[in-house]
């Protein structure tokens, strides 16, 4: 019953800037941990930057200082602010929740279908 959507994702040159959007839906009771995950052709998924629900965040290695994480929990929706893009950044991104539900009434895990972010030099 719940849903994550991501939206924002596109073709940007490298040194550009994209912002995606991740919005849950559904019977929602609360979210913890947000996250963004990003799968590039040949390699594993890998966490991209997490958010809790106070705020606090971390990031991958590789995006630190150049992407942002943020969320609006009002809204159920984080957002990834990617800026100083480069090729290697390029895979799909996928939006994550860690939440209950009304109807399950247990804490799970929730994902995105997951949108394609492509950077060229």
């Known amino acids: 019953q719940v849903q994550l959507v991501e939206s924002g994702g596109g073709l940007v040159q490298a040194g550009g800037s994209l912002r995606l959007s991740c919005t849950a839906s559904?019977?929602?009771?609360?979210?913890?941990?947000m996250d963004w995950y990003r799968q590039a052709p040949g390699k594993q998924r890998e966490l991209v930057a997490a958010?809790?629900?106070?705020?606090?965040?971390r990031y991958a290695d590789s995006v630190k200082g150049r992407f942002t994480i943020s969320r609006d929990n009002a809204k159920n929706t984080v957002y990834l602010q990617m800026n100083s893009l480069e090729p290697e950044d390029t895979a799909v991104y996928y939006c994550n929740a860690y939440l209950i539900s009304v109807t399950t009434a247990r804490w799970g895990d929730y994902w995105g279908q997951g949108t394609q972010v492509t950077v060229s030099s």
């Open positions: 559904g019977s929602i009771i609360s979210i913890n941990t």
């Open positions: 958010i809790t629900s106070g705020g606090s965040t």
